[in-house]
């Protein structure tokens, strides 16, 4: 019925991964074996899974997510070092081995502090009481005696002490405590959290150092690009290698099959010494292809397809009052048509992946958010068990969800089984442009009214999308609606009648998670026609919104009710940011400030827009964000996420757009599917409402308030609404 | 294949490649000098930009052949210890998020600040058009660029007080 979140989405990460297992091999794993497995689980010794701590005294903390910019390199360990009463410059961190016994990978969601949070305070929590009660049967005195300062284990007056590295080999043989009984530190007593900390990723950043998948260099290793059928769904009937073969460099030409557990596409590599080679190789190929059964689609169709399914009613996803007799009532009566692309990740590093297949055993270097989906993917393929696959996880250059696919690492097993080699595949930036996993392309309808005063009395809310949970789930147990509607159809507004419907479109192109899911989507939408009910009301923006949230209500998300808005904070947020950014203060002709709000990944984030619209086009001057997380981890890192995702919906909503014919992608680089450029970012104020809650996602919430805003504003200095992403040149002609 | 030799980070270098192989191919894969990134391979986004005899230069749109003899300069040559002004710069704003496009962000930053002790926020938007980070760092990095050129237009020792 609704958006996958919280738990929801983490078991809907780990279903897809077991689902595409069980293509491979014919094996089907159930949910339910999942549920048996973590309880199966033993309580892992902190010792193993997170904390290795030198004679010395020098402290190396574990990190079991990927890290890929937004900083869980050092926001994680400050949580376990905060809760294991060390310093912050004992610390160094080190990536985990692959090991989902060990670890839950998986890094997306904007999850991996939120999810994280009570684990790893609790195993801090558990290794100090270990190293408490080493010290406490050295001396044989009570443990609750004795307690732990600055990486040292203290008896009563100071009588007595031990350094953690004196400790460690007798606290690892300890049994572990309950982790539900630890007891957590105090928030007062909080050292490390919520202070400023360096990240501990970037030095290496700066000078070359740092090693992404694309750097992974083996000896023996050989570069391979694929060629893959440009249009989604097909397959090559047959191909002439003859003059690739004969180029200079060029060492196997492999034809590989599509591997649909890890939906990859399959094709023809080319296999050589030299990335460049690879691609020189790759040109040289004649290749026939078979374009399959989507060869016709277009973005038209597509769009005949969505104008269809909406003349019509869809599955019901909200029903507040009745919309439908309210909107037959009196009242202001307002109806607008919302429409946004198909968008690809574009990270800046293209996906690849480096894997090395023996007969004994594989290794592999994987830029990856799911490692351990790869590493599945991979032992299926090599047909080893998991346990002698190694997977080290690289530093990425950017994921926004795309890596959490394994089809570039089926590719690279396939190719290095073939050949012996270790094989490393890159996708240039013309495949990462046309062969992804796109954010669905959707249409929407809405129908509203205002009464006398002014208020919304009605709002009917019509949606169709391509699905993300029908392109993944198995037909007979999937629910289109639920990775679709997330954010629309739980809206925190009261407004007495309010129905939202959903339909599902069938399409051939690729569809997941991209940055924010399907908030980017209804976060613009929403937030964009609350605007148009206000302006038709004329009524203030910001005040409208303010009344409309005045009540304190929790609205529930359905299905899984995990997800739970809270109307008071999400004012909060709106006044908070209206104050920092001087909603009301005039502005000069041609310039306008817009504003929007939104809720997604238990995070409430508000956004003021300041744009200049002239001839060029728009200009976006300045963003004010205020964003209620919860507890504040790395507040430098924090702002940097929310930067990061306004950033990321200027380029949606300014610059880009995937489009489709003859069932292909039509962009193909950065000269057609453009990024926000440096003298096109605005100026960007991060603001955070004081919290002792439990920390919440960050990486994505920034991302949908931040495209309604910058319309709302070009609306309130030109007049015009902008009901299409993203804005095109003609658009405010 | 043709014989190059280039003068790579103050080295001699020499290597046997395709002409026409792009310099940044050249640097990753026969030099495995990985701090220059491929990002489009059509000089749109910049990540692969060295210096070649000083000038800020897309390495992948630079083919091998074009730069015999000449000197390179990547990210691993800008300083030996990271030291480089906008380097320090980089590290005190934290501009870095996945870090990708940096190399080449840093690479015309250390441009555009021979050319201007004092750039503006125009001078730096004309001279880092040209990249792409995807992650949005372009606030952050206009301070460190500010940052670095305010230090290095003061007196490395013995400032007046």
Not at chain 1, 252 to 270: D, K, L
Request: hydrophobic share 40%; net charge neutral; charged share 20%.
């Amino acid at each position: 019925m609704s958006a996958p979140k919280g738990r929801a989405r983490r078991d809907f990460l780990k279903v897809s991964a077991t689902g595409a297992t069980a293509l491979v091999v014919g094996f089907q794993w159930s949910t339910d074996a999942f549920a048996q497995e973590a309880q199966e689980r033993k309580p892992k010794n902190p010792f193993s899974a997170w904390v290795r701590i030198e004679a010395d005294g020098r402290v190396r903390l574990i990190l079991g997510k990927s890290e890929m910019g937004q900083g869980v390199t050092t926001s994680l360990p400050m949580i376990l070092a905060e809760e294991l009463v060390i310093d912050w410059k004992q610390v160094s961190v080190e990536q985990a081995p692959t090991d989902p016994s060990l670890y839950d990978h998986g890094t997306g969601g904007s999850g991996s502090v939120r999810t994280s949070w009570l684990p790893l305070r609790q195993a801090g929590a558990a290794a100090r009481e270990m190293l408490v009660q080493a010290a406490a049967n050295q001396w044989a005195v009570n443990p609750n005696t004795c307690r732990a300062e600055h990486g040292e284990v203290v008896h009563g007056p100071r009588t007595k002490r031990l350094p953690y590295g004196l400790l460690v080999a007798a606290a690892a043989k300890l049994p572990v405590p309950d982790l539900a009984k630890v007891k957590l530190l105090n928030s007062n007593e909080f050292r490390i959290l919520g202070t400023d900390v360096p990240r501990a990723d970037i030095p290496k950043k700066v000078d070359g150092s740092g090693v992404f998948g694309i750097d992974v260099r083996v000896p023996g290793m050989l570069y391979a690009v694929v060629a893959r059928c440009p249009v989604f769904g097909g397959k090559p009937k047959s191909f002439d290698a003859t003059k690739a073969k004969a180029m200079s460099g060029v060492r196997h030409v492999v034809e590989i099959p599509a591997v649909p557990a890890a939906h990859s596409a399959g094709g023809v590599a080319v296999v050589a010494d030299t990335t460049w080679a690879a691609m020189r190789g790759r040109d040289a190929l004649t290749i026939e292809w078979d374009e399959g059964p989507h060869a016709q689609e277009s973005s038209a169709t597509l769009r005949a397809q969505f104008v269809d399914l909406l003349s019509r009613p869809g599955e019901v996803v909200r029903n507040d009052g009745d919309a439908v007799a309210a909107l037959a009532k009196a009242g202001t009566r307002i109806e607008a048509t919302y429409e946004l692309p198909f968008q690809n990740h574009s990270p800046m590093e293209p996906m690849n992946a480096t894997v090395h297949i023996r007969a004994d055993g594989a290794e592999a270097w994987l830029p990856s958010q799911g490692p351990q989906w790869g590493q599945d993917v991979i032992s299926k393929i090599a047909g080893l068990p998991a346990e002698k696959v190694v997977v080290h996880t690289t530093l990425m250059g950017g994921g926004f969800g795309r890596r959490y696919h394994a089809d570039f690492v089926a590719e690279a097993a396939q190719i290095s089984k073939a050949t012996g080699a270790p094989v490393q595949v890159l996708f240039t930036r013309e495949d990462d442009t046309q062969h992804g996993f796109y954010r669905p392309a959707s249409l929407h309808t809405f129908t509203g009214t205002v009464d006398a005063q002014g208020q919304p009395s009605a709002w009917h809310h019509r949606m169709t999308s391509v699905s993300i949970d029908g392109y993944w789930t198995p037909r007979d147990k999937a629910k289109p609606a639920s990775s679709e509607v997330g954010g629309a159809a739980n809206l925190g507004y009261a407004i007495p009648n309010l129905r939202m419907e959903y339909a599902e479109a069938k399409s051939g192109v690729p569809v997941m998670w991209w940055r924010s899911v399907e908030h980017s989507v209804n976060g613009f939408v929403t937030e964009c026609f609350l605007d148009e009910l206000a302006a038709a009301g004329k009524q203030d923006p910001l005040q409208l919104r303010l009344r409309l949230l005045a009540e304190p209500r929790k609205v529930r998300v359905p299905p899984d009710n995990e997800s739970t808005l809270d109307t008071s904070r999400l004012k909060a947020v709106l006044e908070l940011a209206a104050a920092k950014a001087g909603w009301g203060k005039p502005l000069p002709k041609g310039r306008g400030r817009g504003l929007a709000c939104h809720f997604s990944f238990d995070t409430y984030v508000a956004e003021v827009a300041e744009v200049t619209v002239s001839k060029e086009g728009v200009k976006v001057d300045r963003v004010v964000a205020a964003v209620d997380c919860g507890r504040v981890i790395n507040p430098g890192g924090a702002r940097a996420q929310i930067e990061s995702g306004i950033a990321y919906g200027l380029t949606a909503a300014l610059k880009s757009a995937i489009t489709i014919d003859k069932g292909r992608v039509q962009q193909s680089n950065f000269g057609d599917y453009e990024m926000l450029r440096i003298d096109e970012a605005p100026v960007i104020e991060v603001h955070f409402v004081p919290s002792d809650a439990a920390p919440t996602g960050l990486g994505e919430p920034g991302l949908p308030p931040c495209a309604p805003a910058v319309m709302n504003a070009v609306f309130a200095a030109t007049g015009r609404r902008i009901r299409r992403l993203p804005i095109r040149a003609g658009d405010l002609a | 294949m043709a014989h190059i030799t280039l003068t790579v980070n103050g080295q001699p270098r020499s290597v046997d490649v395709d002409p026409q192989t792009p310099l940044l191919w050249v640097l990753r894969d026969t030099l495995n000098l990985t701090g220059t990134k491929y990002g489009c391979g059509i000089a749109q986004c910049g990540a692969c930009t060295v210096h070649i005899d000083g000038e800020a230069t897309r390495s992948c749109a630079t083919s091998v052949e074009d730069v015999n003899g000449r000197r390179i300069t990547t990210i691993e040559g800008l300083s030996a210890d990271r030291t480089h002004a906008a380097q320090l710069a980089w590290i005190a704003e934290q501009v870095p998020q996945c870090g990708y496009c940096q190399s080449g962000m840093l690479m015309t930053t250390a441009e555009l600040l021979k050319q201007r002790s004092k750039p503006t926020d125009a001078d730096i938007d004309a001279a880092l058009a040209g990249h792409i980070c995807r992650c949005g760092t372009y606030p952050r990095i206009r301070k460190a660029i500010h940052r670095a050129a305010d230090a290095t237009s003061k007196p490395a020792t013995g400032g007046v007080k």
